[in-house]
Structures are given as C-alpha cells and as structure tokens.
C-alpha cells in the first residue's frame, strides 16, 4: 500500500504562482512515477504533470507547470506560475508502477485525497 498525502493548496490571485507537495510513503518498492492531476466538478480528471522519482524523466500537459522531486525525497512538488481563474480545481497526486511517466489517470493505482486550488480573477 502506498500513501500520498497532498499539501498547498490555497486562494491566490490571477497571475500568482503556488507549489503543490505531495508526500510519499508506504510500500514504495514498487513505485516509479508519481503524477499530478486536477478535477473540477462534474469532470474527470486532467494529468498537468508526471515525473519518473528515479530518473527524473517528466511529462506535463501544461508548460506553466514544474514537476520536481523524487524517491530520495519521499516527495514530489509541482510549481504552479501564471495561474489563471481556469485552474481551479481539486488537485491530486497519485503513483503508478510504471517506469515512464504519463498523464492518463487510468496508468495510476494509488491516489491522495487531494488539495484545493482557487484562483480568483
């Protein structure tokens, strides 16, 4: 079992910048990438950004956004610049046993409870 706890999160204004942690803890072994993901309401969930925690490989599905962090760590931060009032959303990091990162939630076997972004215009 894996664990993730998410941390933040919070109100800014448009233009602002937040970094997002995510703890990592449990059964590791078995875990390579870590990835970010937002929900808004009604809607599924978008990957933003995944990161291989050994190698550092990355893939992101918005170039605002940073992914850092690794094993060594035990935690993955995502920085957040330029936000806009469309980012907001409940943002979440998950973990997955496979060795390239990806953006499909779908890959992703373990999941936090998620840590609330508000941007307001």
């Known amino acids: 079992q894996v664990e993730l706890v998410e941390s933040g999160g919070g109100s800014v204004q448009a233009g602002g910048s937040l970094r997002l942690s995510c703890v990592v803890s449990?059964?590791?072994?078995?875990?390579?990438?870590i990835g970010w993901f937002r929900q808004l309401p009604g809607k599924g969930r978008q990957g933003v950004a995944s990161i291989n925690i050994d190698d550092g490989r990355t893939e992101y599905g918005d170039p605002r956004f940073t992914i850092s962090g690794g094993r060594a760590q035990k935690t993955v931060y995502l920085q957040m610049n330029a936000l806009k009032p469309e980012d907001t959303a409940m943002y979440s990091c998950?973990?997955?046993?496979?060795?390239?990162?990806?953006?499909?939630?779908?890959?992703?076997?373990?999941w936090g409870k998620g840590t609330l972004v508000t941007i307001s215009s």
């Open positions: 998950a973990a997955m046993g496979r060795l390239w990162p990806s953006l499909d939630p779908a890959d992703y076997t373990y």
């Open positions: 449990g059964s590791t072994s078995s875990t390579y990438s």
